[in-house]
């Protein structure tokens, strides 16, 4: 009896993805084409007083206390970016390009009358504050 031969032909089709391969592609894809905005109230000069409220396009996105950060993804495009302390308001209007990470500072810091008798006696007393793109030397307000 001679030996049995199985002949394997190659074949061209390619496989088919599974459902959890198109997942992964399609997440990849929104991750690729999104951009990401980080607001930080980390700086030395913050004196620590009072919350700095983010608001980004118009939406309040996070309340900050010192120490603390925030950081959102966005889609690719030009953006406004509003800060305020309740007493001070800063804008920075900006534009992230397709998988760019936009930093910003933000502080309250002291200034002319801070820490003045008649800010004592009135019961409040005046928080400045900035805003300054990190990734950006110059765009400040």
């Known amino acids: 009896m001679s030996p049995r031969v199985t002949i394997v032909q ?19 894809l ?16 913050d004196i620590g007083l009072r919350e700095i409220y983010v ?17 959102q993804d966005v889609k690719p495009g030009p953006h406004r970016l509003r800060v305020h302390n309740t007493l001070f308001r800063k804008t920075l209007d900006f534009t992230v390009k397709v998988g760019e990470h936009a930093t910003f500072m933000t502080v309250n810091r002291e200034g002319f009358g801070t820490y003045s ?25």
């Open 30 to 45: 929104r991750h690729a084409w999104t951009s990401r905005v980080t607001v930080r109230r980390q700086s030395s000069d």
């Open 117 to 141: 008798i008649a800010a004592f006696f009135l019961g409040g007393m005046p928080i400045y504050l900035s805003l300054e793109r990190e990734d950006c030397p110059g765009e400040a307000t």
């Open 10 to 28: 190659p074949t061209t089709a390619e496989p088919e993805p599974t459902a959890t391969d198109l997942d992964r592609i399609i997440a990849g």
């Open 55 to 71: 608001l980004l396009d118009g939406e309040e996105v996070a309340m900050l206390k010192p120490g603390q950060e925030f950081t």
